[in-house]
């Protein structure tokens, strides 16, 4: 007779974040939870006492994915130019994760998104460190920046609009002007191949 698979926590959390990306929060339940597992609900619920702690461990973990998405970023250009991108492509890749954070009751980790608190502290730090900008400017600052990709980013998610890689990576243009506080830095960052659109440097501000 075969030896029984030993189930650990972070087993739980893994198979937990699949169900979700899949079925979305509602999907998460002991039983399906226990087939992805490969075993019964006891040794889960030895571990943890109940479903609900269970989800409160993978909304963190959940955070943590969304956190990991926004800072990934290419070593040629400023970080903050490539969270607009990859909010769009969060949505696109990650849907069910997406709904879960900024379309459902859970609001945590949008909260923190949005105001630049908790896990989004480096975003923060990134724009003060780019504008000196305070942290109430730059709270407000973001939030025009969010208003404006989250409307794509949702499209996106319902399927209303389909953008390639090169269209999604223009974000990076309103980006950079962005975090340009005046026009000759707009027009400096541009000359100095800071912004582009469709994976190519705009060199003039003309074009």
């Not at 949005?114 to 305070?134: A, D, M, R, V, W």
Request: aromatic share 10%; proline share 3%.
């Amino acid at each position: 007779m075969p030896a029984k698979r030993k189930i650990y926590k972070e087993d739980i959390i893994n198979a937990s974040l699949n169900i979700i990306r899949e079925k979305g929060m509602d999907g998460l339940n002991a039983r399906k939870l226990a087939k992805k597992l490969g075993c019964s609900t006891q040794p889960i619920f030895y571990i943890y006492p109940s479903m609900d702690d269970i989800k409160k461990d993978v909304l963190k973990e959940v955070a943590k994915v969304f956190d990991n998405a926004m800072m990934d970023s290419n070593y040629d250009r400023p970080v903050y130019k490539d969270i607009g991108r990859n909010y769009i492509k969060f949505a696109q890749n990650e849907p069910e994760i997406f709904k879960l954070l900024f379309n459902s009751d859970y609001r945590e980790g949008a909260i923190d998104f949005i105001k630049l608190t908790g896990s989004s502290k480096p975003i923060f730090e990134t724009i003060s460190k780019q504008t000196g900008l305070s942290k109430k400017e730059a709270e407000k600052f973001h939030l025009k920046m969010w208003l404006y990709v989250n409307g794509i980013a949702n499209l996106v998610l319902n399927n209303t609009c389909n953008f390639t890689d090169d269209e999604i990576d223009a974000i990076n243009l309103v980006f950079g002007a962005g975090l340009a506080t005046t026009k000759s830095e707009a027009r400096r960052t541009i000359q100095q191949g800071g912004v582009s659109v469709d994976g190519e440097k705009v060199a003039d501000i003309a074009a």
